[in-house]
Nanobody
């Protein structure tokens, strides 16, 4: 059974940092491209960052220079380090795995507020 379990979300003040983790199981993690998406209230889900099976990365313009995506194939985990957080980063963050099929996690809430 495929599972993607996100963790690490929470409430943080503007300018703060969070590190999200997504633990994968049920598929060959190292073969999949992995991404983080987010969805704010009343908005569409958007791509935040992605990392391919060969470790190429891509970022949304809004997070470049602040967020870093990485993966640990030995631990079947993808990470999103988020620094200099802004209120507009508030959203539910979802982990995504894609190859021949796509899989989604349940999401973790990130709230940036003073």
């Amino acid at each position: 059974q495929v599972q993607l379990v996100e963790s690490g979300g929470g409430l943080v003040q503007p300018g703060g940092s969070l590190r999200l983790s997504c633990l994968a199981s049920g598929f060959i993690f190292r073969l999949y491209d992995m991404s983080w998406y987010r969805q704010a209230p009343g908005k569409e889900r958007e791509l935040v960052a992605s990392i391919t099976s060969s470790d190429s990365t891509n970022y949304a313009d809004s997070v470049k220079g602040r967020f870093t995506i990485s993966r640990d194939n030995a631990k079947n985990t993808v990470f999103l380090q988020m620094n200099s957080l802004k209120p507009e980063d508030t959203a539910v963050y979802y982990c995504n795995a894609i190859r021949s099929r796509t899989h989604w996690g349940q999401g973790t809430q990130v709230t940036v507020s003073s």
